[in-house]
């Protein structure tokens, strides 16, 4: 099983490189072979992405068979409705070992899309049963579990001959912004073991960026940190989203958020980057500008990677930030494992995973991060719902039914609606209400924070665009607009010309050596 998704992944890494992935789905499947052509041969390291159409996400196969049959428009690839051999000649001479595929889709309820992918010849896809039901649709939690673990174990049957599936949690994205990291944590990790439940052994944990990449750094050391505890018989790693939310309108507002992504992911330790585009604000993307966004990023990443190899200016030790908690209880559950050199913690005698102590041990490379108390309050949802019941899927369920899981602004039935976030000046997310949820007291930050009413929630939702427009603005010199056409967003200058970046590790030394 020396393929597949995650192999290609750890190969990258590995060799020093942070694979970059677009979001990419067209109906019609030249133009979505042509779109997996110029991802694999973009100058970066690349993995392809099929995205589906609407119709497929929820299970309307019929009314895209219409939307083919009448030559109307879909917003995605609908595998489930062109034939399998279609989508076979799709990949033939494209997706190999070297250039792995994997499907996006966003479904509550994904089994019909699994038995597809599988069909076609792909082992690679993501999700969760949380995830993709709460935030994208009204169906019942139960429910979109029972096909989330069908899914799973029909995704997990191809190891018998020879092929180790993927399976990307999308657990640390949710409602994609304005959620605290803790609850994003606590969701990408619980659907791990929940896939890892249902058979799978290969594991990618998402984080989507926020507002604050001091806060993200945290969050990502943490995500890791849990990751190895709990999951150390599962080849896994850290997949980040360039930010979900409201994109900046200018395109090098767009651009400078996107390398601070890209920046993340290596300092935090990430393998995988899901990219976004400089027309992320106004329409979906072309292929060109995807590819544009993988080079950006990889570039980026390329440089954060040289500065942190840099000799240190001074000798010594890493250096550790003091945090604002003491240690928690130790004991045992039936998610504990011994101690290790990233500082495990096994579940307490009270059902809750026990908050690190004062500060964080020391993230990917010697990167440093304080304790806020993202740890704490990720331990204890963890906990919480593994107490709750054996099979992760059923424990789920019952803990949105308690609000021991509660996630802000979602209006899904099952979701009980008590918590409430808030974003700091300095772009910090902080808990106003955390409902029934058992972290209260856990992060020290004083007072919460009022919960936001209208103009509040906007404001917020905007931080972020607004804050990487007036960014790129103050880059752009006097007159630079001059000769811009009319409701045109103007590019930023242009730095002067640079020799061609030539990607550290070419791609062909991470595929396999024999066929």
């Given at each position: 099983m020396a393929g597949g998704f995650g192999a290609f992944v750890a190969r990258a890494r590995a060799a020093g490189a942070l694979v970059v992935q677009p979001r990419m789905g067209m109906a019609d499947p030249l133009r979505m072979r042509d779109g997996l052509l110029a991802t694999r041969d973009a100058d970066a390291v690349t993995v392809g992405t099929i995205t589906l159409d609407s119709y497929t996400r929820t299970g309307d196969l019929a009314a895209a068979r219409h939307a083919l049959s009448h030559g109307l428009g879909l917003n995605g690839y609908p595998i489930a409705t062109h034939p399998d051999d279609t989508t076979r000649a799709v990949l033939r001479g494209v997706a190999?070992?070297?250039?792995?595929?994997?499907?996006?889709?966003?479904?509550?309820?994904?089994?019909?899309?699994?038995?597809?992918l599988l069909a076609a010849g792909l082992d690679a896809t993501e999700g969760g049963p949380v995830s993709y039901c709460l935030p994208y649709s009204r169906t019942?939690?139960?429910?979109?579990?029972?096909?989330?673990?069908?899914s799973c174990e029909l995704l997990a049957s191809i190891r018998e001959f020879g092929t180790e599936p993927h399976l990307e949690t999308f657990g640390g994205c949710l409602m994609g912004q304005l959620c605290p990291p803790s609850l994003l944590i606590a969701v990408s990790v619980l659907e791990a073991l929940f896939f890892r439940q249902h058979g799978l052994r290969?594991?990618?944990?998402?984080?989507?960026?926020?507002?604050?990449?001091?806060?993200?750094?945290?969050?990502?050391?943490?995500?890791?940190?849990?990751?190895?505890?709990?999951?150390?018989?599962?080849?896994?790693?850290?997949?980040?989203?360039?930010?979900m939310g409201v994109f900046p309108r200018s395109p090098g507002g767009a651009r400078l958020l996107l390398e601070d992504a890209a920046r993340l992911a290596v300092r935090a330790g990430a393998a995988r980057l899901i990219v976004k585009t400089t027309a992320e604000a106004h329409r979906i993307p072309t292929v060109a500008e995807n590819v544009r966004a993988l080079e950006t990023a990889a570039t980026a990443a390329a440089d954060e990677h040289a500065r942190r190899a840099a000799p240190p200016a001074a000798p010594g030790t890493y250096t550790q930030i003091p945090g604002r908690h003491g240690t928690g209880p130790h004991g045992t559950g039936p998610?504990?494992?011994?101690?290790?050199?990233?500082?495990?913690?096994?579940?307490?005698?009270?059902?809750?995973?026990?908050?690190?102590?004062?500060?964080?041990?020391?993230?990917?490379?010697?990167?440093?991060?304080?304790?806020?108390?993202?740890?704490?309050?990720?331990?204890?949802?963890i906990g919480a719902v593994l107490e709750l019941d054996a099979d992760i899927g059923r424990a789920l369920v019952r803990a949105f039914a308690a609000g021991y899981l509660d996630?802000?602004?979602?209006?899904?039935?099952?979701?009980?609606?008590?918590?409430?976030?808030?974003?700091?000046?300095?772009?910090?997310?902080?808990?106003?209400?955390?409902?029934?949820?058992?972290?209260?007291?856990?992060?020290?930050?004083?007072?919460?924070?009022?919960?936001?009413g209208s103009t509040g929630l906007i404001t917020a939702l905007s931080h972020v665009q607004r804050t990487y427009d007036a960014r790129a603005a103050a880059r752009t010199p006097a007159g630079a607009v001059a000769g811009t056409a009319a409701g045109a967003v103007p590019d930023p200058p242009r730095t002067p010309a640079a020799p061609p970046r030539t990607t550290s590790t070419p791609r062909r030394q991470l595929g396999l050596t024999t066929p």
């Open positions: 190999d070992a070297r250039f792995p595929v994997q499907v996006r889709h966003g479904s509550a309820r994904p089994e019909h899309i699994v038995r597809a019942p939690l139960r429910e979109a579990v029972a096909d989330w673990q069908r290969g594991i990618s944990l998402s984080y989507a960026q926020q507002a604050d990449p001091r806060q993200d750094e945290e969050a990502l050391t943490v995500l890791g940190r849990l990751a190895r505890e709990l999951l150390p018989d599962v080849d896994h790693h850290i997949v980040l989203y360039a930010y998610y504990g494992i011994s101690s290790h050199a990233a500082g495990s913690r096994d579940l307490g005698p009270d059902g809750t995973v026990p908050h690190s102590p004062d500060v964080h041990s020391p993230g990917p490379r010697g990167l440093a991060v304080e304790d806020t108390g993202i740890e704490a309050e990720a331990r204890a949802l996630v802000p602004y979602c209006l899904h039935p099952d979701n009980a609606g008590r918590a409430r976030s808030s974003l700091g000046p300095d772009g910090r997310l902080h808990w106003s209400s955390v409902g029934s949820m058992p972290i209260a007291g856990l992060a020290d930050g004083g007072p919460r924070p009022p919960i936001l």
